[in-house]
């Protein structure tokens, strides 16, 4: 559980310190970035309703949603400084937030059980 906190820290908090090279490289000013990185939190509430639903559905597999979901979130913090819209960008960011909440609930349902 303790490399599961470690990964989603790093896949969660990348931005915050590149937010300067996701500003040049897609052509934005920071406004707009922050703006795609608040995404992340619209992405967090979707999740975090879907990550309840998933784990009374699928209690036997709670590790590989974990796994799955990490590695989705990971996928998702490699393309962002990719994109070149504010559209794509806020997307990734959504689907970043979607995967924490969802990896979220199924942490504490692991530490509980």
Known sequence: MTLVC?????????????QKD????ANLN??????AVSGRSIGFFIGAAIGGFLVDKL????????AVCLDLGG?????????????LMWFL???QGTFEGIINIGKVRIIIT
């Open 93 to 95: 960011f959504v689907m």
């Open 30 to 35: 920071y406004e707009d970035v922050s703006r």
């Open 6 to 18: 470690i990964q989603q820290g790093l896949f969660l908090e990348i931005t915050g310190p590149t």
């Open 22 to 25: 996701l500003k040049l490289r």
């Open 75 to 87: 996928t998702a913090t490699i393309i962002a400084p990719y994109a070149q819209s504010i559209g």
């Open 59 to 66: 209690d036997p597999y709670c590790d590989l949603m974990l």
